[in-house]
């Protein structure tokens, strides 16, 4: 192949993904805004304020990583058999996917009410933030359920290439939650200043309209995919089992998460705040590109499996993780040149500042390797492997972020700074083993597998592709 003719299909790729991404993108620069304004609201009342809402949002990762794992599988599966026109197996997946989230969620509710203060105090938190973060718990977890079903209802679209539709509702929900935070949260317009609690009804409220007016339009005849009876045995067990890994994945990470915020906490209440607000800075520059290349990669990988086309797949994915790369990576310079002024729109206090700036300028450093990393797992996840991105998220979770954080900053004595160093090799850890996996895995060929057991009609021609690939 010539130089000029690979140029020209990296830019067919790029093209499409853009088009892929672009919606999603505008989508999570909405979202992420929605979680940076409950922030930036909170912490007008105090940096013990935001701390609260930064251990409250710990538990409720939980729910979303379930409802994303759902999603995994939604995804997978969706953009697979819409590759191959198999109608009846796509609608399949999605209603059950969305039954399963939907029912899934209705333990956190119980455990929001009953136990969110204590689940606060039990990281270490003193009183008035476990007191704070509790309520603001409870009410996210009451809407547990429709989080869930909103997750999963706008991946099962996306598979099928519709990532307006999510985009529209998405950005709409966001918008009210965005204005239902300052209202309520601060007391505009003549509304109760409800603080903390204000800044979660807006959530809660947020994640039911999502839900109701996503699954509306999957009823209706305005989107692709379908509601359909659920009977098949063996879409219902497909869907769970590339879906558990990345549940798995998720949890495993939040899991983490605790003794790491436990961690920082010791170092001071202003440090935990510090990592909340960097974290949300990376997320709210970064974000909404690198979500947006995970899903893009996996419709575009699993749409060609699903055509049979296992090598064009390939092509895909590393292609997708260039222009990741590339476009994160120069968002990564200005986030770490800006991370001082940036830093000054979310707090006023001194030390918290300057931890903030640290942990902004650590993302900032590890951002390209983040891109990657969403982009090939993304692939992946196309594939139907949800198992290497568990192992690569949790090796890095509990043996950088945390293992090497604590060696670093306390064995060592390196204080917080060896913390820094952990958020940085934790990412380039996690890169390196799904970069292999994607290399050297079966990915394919468990796709094709997948596809001949619930009957596809391309899943055979795909089996016999994969392993011919495999062969050579």
């Known amino acids: ?55 409250a949002d710990l538990y409720a990762r939980f729910p979303l990583r379930i409802g994303l794992g759902l999603g995994s599988g939604a995804i997978a599966l969706s953009s697979q058999d819409t590759g191959d026109a198999a109608v009846e197996n796509r609608d399949q997946a999605v209603t059950q996917a969305v039954l399963l989230g939907l029912l899934s969620g209705v333990p956190f509710v119980a455990f ?86 204000g800044v979660g009804i807006a959530t809660a409220v947020g994640n039911v309209f999502t839900a109701g007016v996503l699954s509306v339009a999957i009823w209706s005849d305005r989107t692709e995919a379908s ?3 659920p009977r098949d045995l063996v879409i219902a067990r497909q869907l769970l089992a590339v879906s558990a890994p990345r549940i798995g994945e998720g949890l495993a990470t939040t899991l983490a998460e605790f003794p790491f915020n436990a961690l920082l906490l010791t170092f001071g209440t202003d440090v935990n705040a510090a990592y909340q607000i960097g974290r949300r ?23 060609s499996l699903g055509e049979g086309d296992v090598a064009a797949a390939r092509f895909q994915g590393w292609a997708t993780t260039a222009l990741a790369v590339l476009t994160m990576g120069a968002i990564a310079v200005a986030l770490f040149l800006g991370a001082d002024w940036l830093v000054s729109l979310f707090t006023s206090d001194p030390p918290t500042a300057d ?11 590890a951002v390209p390797a983040i891109g990657a990393y969403l982009a090939i797992s993304g692939a992946l996840q196309g594939g139907s492997d949800t198992r290497t991105p568990f192992v690569a998220r949790t090796t890095g979770m509990f043996g950088f ?21 952990a958020v940085v090799l934790q990412q380039f850890w996690a890169l390196a083993v799904v970069t292999w996996g994607f290399a050297r895995g079966d990915w394919a060929a468990k796709a094709a597998a997948m596809m001949d057991e619930r009957g596809s009609a391309s899943g055979g021609d795909g089996s016999a592709e994969a392993d011919a690939e495999a062969g050579d």
């Open 227 to 229: 509601f359909a009876r």
């Open 401 to 421: 972020l945390l293992g090497f954080g604590y060696l670093a900053s306390v064995v060592l004595g390196w204080g917080v700074p060896g913390i820094y160093a």
């Open 281 to 303: 800075m990376y997320q709210q520059v970064t974000s909404p590109l690198g979500r947006a290349y995970h899903t893009a990669a996996s419709v575009v990988v699993g749409q």
């Open 112 to 197: 929001g009410y009953l136990f969110g203060e204590q689940a606060i105090a039990l990281l270490g938190a003193p009183a008035d933030v476990a007191s704070m973060g509790g309520t603001y718990l409870a009410i996210v977890f009451a809407s547990a359920p429709a989080r869930h079903v909103a997750l999963v209802a706008a991946r099962a679209l996306q598979g099928t290439g519709d990532t307006r539709t999510p985009m529209y509702v998405d950005v709409t929900s966001s918008m009210l939650n965005i204005a239902g935070s300052l209202v309520l949260g601060l007391g505009l317009f003549g509304a109760p200043r409800l603080a903390i609690v």
């Open 355 to 365: 931890y903030a700036v640290g942990f902004a300028r650590a993302y900032a450093i």
């Open 1 to 55: 192949m010539s130089a000029a003719s690979a140029r020209e299909r990296v830019l067919a790729v790029w093209r499409r993904v853009l088009s892929l991404s672009w919606p999603m993108m505008v989508q999570h620069v909405f979202r992420t805004l929605m979680r940076t304004t409950d922030v930036v609201v909170t912490g007008l009342f105090s940096p013990a304020a935001v701390a609260a809402v930064g251990l």
